[in-house]
């Protein structure tokens, strides 16, 4: 995971806002040395959260990034990513593309973090899981059979290719327009990197414009 550093960002005072001019590129966020192609429709903005459930540093940021995503304008779209880097990270991936394909995955997105960092569960085990999901609605019998899915195993293998394609060594990260990485390390903080990532999104538009 990476390293979360707790000093103020350089040159950006948390009471001021950051903008697209004040940000340093390689001292703020990073640029992919290839752009990835987003999965969003045409003149949106995508944004991908890169997390893993049981991350602590990923648990950490969800209110700071929830309070913001709720701030977006309408041509911003906020894709989650579950990491994928073998044994329970591929697990808890698995079960939060279950949950996509059951239709319950925002429903219980927070619970199943709050589950693990909260109640100590480890989640892992498909009859756990099945009885978690079972609180939302569907059957222990249809959310092992999401689990199990082709569908759904597709889904874990396809971001596992798109998270090699960010060269994602950890997380939380939050990357914009395919292009702009944004770590903790980066962004000085978990709490600035919301702050970082919608300057970077105004960044977005300005190219855009020109």
Same mark, same amino acid.
């Given at each position: ?6 000093t103020? =960002?350089?040159? =950006?005072? =948390?009471s001021? %806002? %950051?903008?697209?001019t004040?940000?340093?590129? /390689? ?8 752009? *990835?192609?987003?999965?969003v429709d045409? !003149?949106?903005?995508e944004?991908?959260?890169a997390?893993?459930? !049981? ?15 709720e701030?977006?304008d ?5 894709v @989650?990513?579950?990491?994928?880097? !073998?044994?329970?990270?591929n697990?808890?991936?698995t079960?939060?593309?279950? #949950?996509e394909?059951l !239709?319950?995955?925002?429903?219980? @997105? #927070? ?9 100590g569960r ?5 009859d756990?899981?099945a009885?978690f999901f ?10 092992t059979?999401? =689990? ?16 090699? #394609?960010?060269r994602?060594? /950890? ?6 327009? /395919? ?8 962004? /000085?903080s978990?709490? $600035?990197?919301?702050q ?7 960044? *977005?538009?300005?190219e855009?414009? $020109?």
């Open positions: 995971m990476f390293k979360t550093l707790l103020a =960002l350089v040159g =950006l005072g =948390l001021t %806002a %950051a903008t697209a004040t940000l340093v590129e /390689g001292e703020h966020y990073e640029v992919l040395p290839e752009a *990835v192609e987003t999965r045409d !003149g949106q903005i944004i991908t959260e997390f893993w459930y !049981g991350c602590p540093h990923c648990y950490n940021l969800q209110g700071s990034v929830s309070e913001w995503y701030t977006l309408d041509d911003v779209t906020v @989650h990513m579950p990491a994928t880097m !073998g044994g329970d990270w697990k808890h991936a079960a939060f593309y279950a #949950a394909e !239709g319950i995955r925002e429903q219980l @997105h #927070a619970d199943f973090f709050d589950a693990i960092h909260q109640d480890q989640l892992t085990e498909t756990d899981v009885a079972s609180d939302y609605g569907v059957s222990e019998e249809e959310a059979n999401a =689990l199990g899915s082709f569908a759904v195993k597709s889904q874990v293998n396809q971001a596992n290719a798109r998270m090699r #394609a960010m994602l060594m /950890g997380v939380p990260a939050l990357v914009v327009d /395919g292009r702009y990485l944004v770590s903790p390390s980066s962004a /000085g978990l709490a $600035n990197m919301p970082i990532a919608d300057a970077l999104v105004e960044k *977005v538009r300005e855009r414009a $020109n």
